[in-house]
């Protein structure tokens, strides 16, 4: 009875599937990771490290309200602190109103005109190349940052459509109050994004730059080693899956909340631009982790309950 092979081989399967089911999980957490790590490095590889992709990505802000008001508010803040409010109303106001209103009154009809004269020169055609090449020109300065070490802070430098902007509003009627205007060594449309979420990038940079391909291997081999190794198979595919899904629907939500956008400066203008510019950056990866997502927990769910149904069918008798 001690030397029966089967009651030898029952006596070791405890001990097998508990070896067995450890080097599992750990490859199947290992393979999770991974996951997570490749769909934020093909991403990096589309949207940051591609010029065409980024600025086709980031081209439509230019018709986002927020980066409007904020070329607005840099291009008006300009002409306020160059030339006095008289000497601006002056170029488009009668003087017997001039004379007769209250100095508040005419800051206001002077802010009014300053913004309706931005907004024309910045929807126009003329801008939205200008906003094309100043953005071709920031991607290269966006990957030189994503190059460099301890990465906490990306700058976008949107100066040179802020002085176009200025430039073009020498021919309306705000010309006289433009022409004294200097933007020599000032940085105007500077938007500083810092977000701890940013090392993380710059780590998926970095291994992007070592060898995309290689993370999605390692990424499907540590799923097979995971498979493989489990006692139950289909439920260890169903747990990846599973766990994948939640991680990046989850990832597609935090995404999404704005508050992990943070601006030194405490400008509400700049602000509100650099969540958009951040929104729109993040936008595809944000879609692909919630579509994902949402498809790994419907298979992991759905192949749950086939399993279940075709478990639960009556098995034909043998003959």
């Known amino acids: 009875m001690a030397n029966n092979p089967k009651a030898k081989a029952a006596s070791q399967t405890p001990h097998s599937h508990k070896v067995r089911t450890f080097f599992a999980s750990v490859f199947g957490v290992i393979g999770v990771y991974l996951i997570i790590s490749s769909i934020s490095v093909i991403w990096l590889n589309q949207t940051l490290t591609n010029t065409n992709v980024y600025v086709k990505t980031?081209?439509?802000?230019?018709?986002?309200?927020?980066?409007?008001?904020?070329?607005?508010?840099?291009?008006?803040?300009?002409?306020?602190?160059?030339?006095?409010?008289?000497d601006i109303a002056a170029s488009f106001l009668p003087p017997s109103v001039i004379a007769s209103e209250p100095s508040t009154q005419i800051q206001q009809q002077v802010n009014k005109v300053i913004q309706q004269n931005v907004l024309k020169v910045i929807q126009s055609p003329n801008?939205?190349?200008?906003?094309?090449?100043?953005?071709?020109?920031?991607?290269?300065?966006?990957?030189?940052?994503?190059?460099?070490?301890?990465?906490?802070?990306?700058?976008?430098?949107?100066?040179?459509?802020?002085?176009?902007?200025?430039?073009?509003?020498?021919?309306?009627q705000l010309a006289p109050a433009v022409a004294h205007i200097n933007l020599a060594g000032k940085n105007n449309g500077v938007i500083v994004?810092?977000?701890?979420?940013?090392?993380?990038?710059?780590?998926?940079?970095?291994?992007?730059?070592?060898?995309?391909?290689?993370?999605v291997l390692l990424a499907i081999l540590a799923v097979a080693a995971s498979i493989w190794l489990s006692v139950h198979h289909g439920k260890t595919?169903?747990?990846?899956?599973?766990?994948?899904?939640?991680?990046?629907?989850?990832?597609g939500l935090i995404l999404e909340a704005p508050a992990f956008i943070t601006v030194p400066s405490g400008d509400p203008t700049m602000e509100a631009a650099a969540k958009a510019f951040a929104g729109v950056l993040v936008h595809n990866l944000q879609v692909a982790s919630l579509a994902l997502g949402v498809i790994f927990v419907i298979a992991a769910v759905g192949s749950k309950l086939y399993a279940t149904k075709v478990a639960g069918k009556p098995q034909p008798k043998k003959a």
């Open 58 to 86: 980031v081209s439509p802000l230019v018709t986002k309200p927020a980066i409007q008001n904020f070329i607005a508010a840099k291009v008006a803040d300009q002409i306020t602190k160059n030339a006095p409010v008289q």
């Open 127 to 172: 801008f939205a190349t200008l906003w094309e090449s100043t953005n071709r020109a920031a991607h290269q300065a966006v990957v030189q940052q994503l190059n460099s070490g301890n990465l906490t802070s990306i700058t976008l430098d949107l100066s040179p459509a802020i002085n176009g902007v200025v430039s073009d509003l020498k021919t309306t």
């Open 193 to 215: 994004i810092k977000s701890k979420n940013l090392a993380h990038i710059h780590q998926y940079y970095q291994w992007f730059k070592e060898g995309t391909l290689a993370v």
């Open 237 to 251: 595919a169903r747990r990846i899956l599973f766990a994948s899904g939640i991680l990046l629907i989850l990832q």
